[in-house]
């Protein structure tokens, strides 16, 4: 029997002599959001870069910005998350090797942060815009893959608490800051480059270490610098194939940091045993773990009981990075959703052309501007610790940012997924990774109320913490009644000390906010400052995304942040 004949016009196979059954062609989906460059496409970031004092690194980052933008580099993300790690407590011959498998490309892009110094540079070349230029590029890097950035940002953290005993300081300090990344399961005393983890969560006591039960006996003389064994267990332990651990435990002094290599000098395992991994809802790319200690051998960081004061250095650096992190998943949410409602039609128009999806898409822009202002301030102030005001400054925006902008990106997540409708819910889009994301940062390093008691405790133990806060924030004063009034307010609660820490969460907000405010109104868009005052100093009754006021420019505060790609 013949085939059917084609008829005009009707689409062939290639010989041009078969009818096939082709459906449709697919129109109106944009095209991939890739190879365009992180930086050169992020006006936000580019200003932020100038004001903070990094602007001598701007073409470091544009090479950078390309290079997190590559197509193979978006995929490694992917392909790292696809194959989460694997687990072996024993090798086929019942030797134990608590060995954890990571995917290739998880170690692809462990090698790129690394050799981009994201766990190193502010400390091997510090100086005006070393910690702004390390936050610009972890923000880059971060919107690849946060998962692979824990390890990334323990080992950057850990320098502050390490150099706090010197002679451990100079065995581990430069292998640390070595920027040629080695996955390698072998003893420390054969790697020119070693990564660091932290292990303070136990079941019993979690935010209060001081419930540990972990213990630390003198393997002979005891004090800062000595060798002691750990027996005990911890509850959470990411990334577990890290060379040594900053670990807490309760020595006969009370609870101290100890520095806890996962091999013996001698060359052996140091028992210090993975029982199996955590079945995580996000960050999968990168392993957590519940760990036994039994008779780990490690030695003392600091003060015989002081290991909170010791380790909080580290966990001060961590709880910056979650703002980098936390502020990157934003960017990158805008990043996909502008980019959609650019290249998508419905009823008639671009979804960016549309009043109702501008004010969402403006508002999400607006949520990410003010993260990214106070994220790189507060870098800043990292960068000139010599001076008093930033040190004080730093210390308490710290804690109150981490609590504000971890907070704000699961819903920022979540509406920035509803621009793209159902496509959006996809796994094969970055968006659902996001999302899983997006709370992490806020409930680890010390959740949410633990930031806001933290920020109390600052201010009680040093109350020109807040005198520095305020007049960071007064340096805006005049520029908007709106502004001058919300701060007004809020210096006037803080007089009241009566119920503060059931009030905590209030007024923390409130400071997240007032700082966010003052920064955009002195250096940030005017359109964006004047929306952002509109917005989140005013209440007009709506709760949701897309509740910006008449009169707002949304179109130029969407374009500020929209990729032109394709
Ligand atoms: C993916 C992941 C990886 C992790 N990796 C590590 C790691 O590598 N190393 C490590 O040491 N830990 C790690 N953690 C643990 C993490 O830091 C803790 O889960 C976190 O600090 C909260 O402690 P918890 O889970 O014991 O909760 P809890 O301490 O029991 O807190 C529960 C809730 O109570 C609140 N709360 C606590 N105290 C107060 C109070 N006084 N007043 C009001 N509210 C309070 C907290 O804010 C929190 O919301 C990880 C956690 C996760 C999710």
């Not at 990334?239 to 091999?263: E, H, K, N, T, Y």
Request: glycine content about 8%; overall charge negative.
């Amino acid at each position: 029997m013949n085939a059917p004949q084609p008829k005009p016009g009707m689409p062939t196979d290639n010989q041009g002599d078969r009818y096939l059954a082709a459906t449709h062609e697919v129109v109106n989906q944009p095209p991939a959001l890739e190879n365009y460059n992180l930086y050169e496409q992020d006006i936000a970031l580019q200003e932020a870069v100038q004001r903070e004092g990094a602007g001598k690194a701007e073409s470091d980052l544009k090479t950078f910005g390309a290079l997190a933008g590559d197509a193979a580099i978006i995929d490694l993300g992917f392909r790292a998350n696809n194959n989460k790690p694997t687990f072996n407590t024993h090798d086929r011959f019942g030797h134990r090797i608590d060995e954890v498998d990571f995917h290739p490309s998880y170690h692809e892009l462990m090698r790129l942060a690394f050799e981009n110094g994201l766990h190193s540079s502010p400390w091997t070349d510090p100086g005006k815009g070393a910690h702004v230029t390390r936050a610009a590029k972890y923000y880059m890097h971060s919107q690849v893959e946060a998962a692979h950035c824990c390890p990334v940002t323990m080992t950057f953290a850990a320098i502050p608490s390490i150099r706090k005993q010197p002679e451990l300081a100079s065995l581990w300090e430069s292998r640390v800051l070595a920027n040629n990344y080695d996955p390698r399961n072998v003893p420390d005393s054969q790697k020119s480059s070693v990564t660091i983890g932290m292990a303070m969560t136990e079941k019993q006591g979690g935010s209060d270490v001081r419930a540990n039960s972990t213990l630390a006996y003198p393997v002979g003389t005891n004090g800062p610098g000595q060798a002691y064994e750990l027996v005990g267990h911890k509850w959470f332990v990411s990334a577990p194939m890290c060379d040594a651990f900053l670990v807490l435990a309760q020595a006969p002094g009370g609870l101290s940091c100890f520095l806890m290599p996962r091999w013996r000098p001698d060359g052996t395992k140091n028992p210090w045993q993975i029982q199996r991994l955590k079945n995580k809802m996000g960050n999968v790319a990168n392993a957590s773990s519940e760990v036994e200690l039994r008779g780990a051998l490690a030695w003392m960081i600091g003060e015989e009981g002081r290991g909170v004061p010791t380790i909080i250095e580290m966990v001060a650096m961590t709880r910056f990075d979650c703002m980098i992190g936390s502020s990157a998943g934003m960017r990158q949410a805008v990043a996909q959703a502008t980019h959609h409602c650019r290249h998508r039609s419905a009823f008639g128009s671009q979804l960016i052309d549309q009043p109702l999806m501008q004010n969402v898409l403006a508002d999400l822009v607006l949520e990410n501007e003010a993260a990214l202002a106070y994220t790189m301030r507060v870098a800043r102030a990292l960068d000139n610790q010599n001076q008093e005001h930033e040190r004080l400054l730093a210390r308490l925006a710290t804690p109150v940012g981490k609590y504000w902008i971890c907070k704000r990106t699961p819903n920022h997540a979540y509406e920035s997924m509803e621009c793209i409708g159902g496509s959006g819910v996809m796994e094969d889009c970055i968006m659902p990774r996001l999302f899983r994301e997006s709370p992490v940062n806020a409930i680890w390093e010390g959740s949410g109320n633990v930031q806001c008691l933290d920020t109390l405790r600052a201010i009680h133990k040093e109350p020109e913490t807040l005198d520095a806060f305020f007049r960071e924030a007064a340096e805006a004063k005049g520029a908007d009644r709106r502004f001058d009034q919300f701060l007004a307010q809020l210096q006037n609660d803080f007089a009241d000390i009566s119920d503060v820490q059931y009030r905590a969460r209030n007024l923390v907000d409130r400071m997240a906010l007032t700082l966010q405010v003052s920064l955009l109104l002195r250096n940030g868009d005017k359109a964006v400052a004047d929306a952002f005052c509109a917005s989140r100093l005013q209440s007009n009754g709506g709760m949701n995304y897309g509740n910006l006021p008449s009169g707002t420019d949304a179109a130029a505060i969407i374009k500020r942040a929209t990729p032109v790609v394709g």
